[in-house]
């Protein structure tokens, strides 16, 4: 069963911005939202997987240095959403975004691209 989808990845020029969103569908997902870590991952081309940001059940946040003061994480439990907004997108932050709940439901991904 599905338990995460995400949404929002295209194609933006540098500089640009995009929203990432991703809902909890599963019944497992929906019932541990409150409770779970969110993550967004992504992977490059030829590179490994990294973790982008993440936002704990607590509201506390952490990212990825390439992405401080770009990106901000935030959630909304209520509609067992999580969403990625970045801003002044690079071409390095072009890869396929993936919306992790507790580092165990991974959704299809989204695809990300940043032109120059």
């Known amino acids: 069963q599905v338990q995460v989808v995400e949404s929002g990845g295209g194609l933006v020029q540098a500089g640009g911005s995009l929203r990432l969103s991703c809902v909890a569908l599963?019944?497992?997902?929906?019932?541990?939202?409150?409770?779970?870590?969110l993550s967004w991952y992504r992977q490059a081309p030829g590179k490994q997987r990294e973790l982008v940001a993440r936002v704990g059940s607590s509201g506390a946040t952490t990212y990825a240095e390439s992405v401080k003061g770009r990106f901000t994480i935030s959630r909304e439990n209520a509609k067992k959403m999580v969403y990625l907004q970045m801003n002044n997108l690079k071409p390095e932050d072009t890869g396929v975004y993936y919306c992790v709940q507790r580092e165990l439901y991974w959704g299809q991904g989204t695809q990300v691209t940043v032109s120059s």
């Open positions: 599963g019944s497992t997902a929906v019932r541990n939202f409150g409770v779970s870590a």
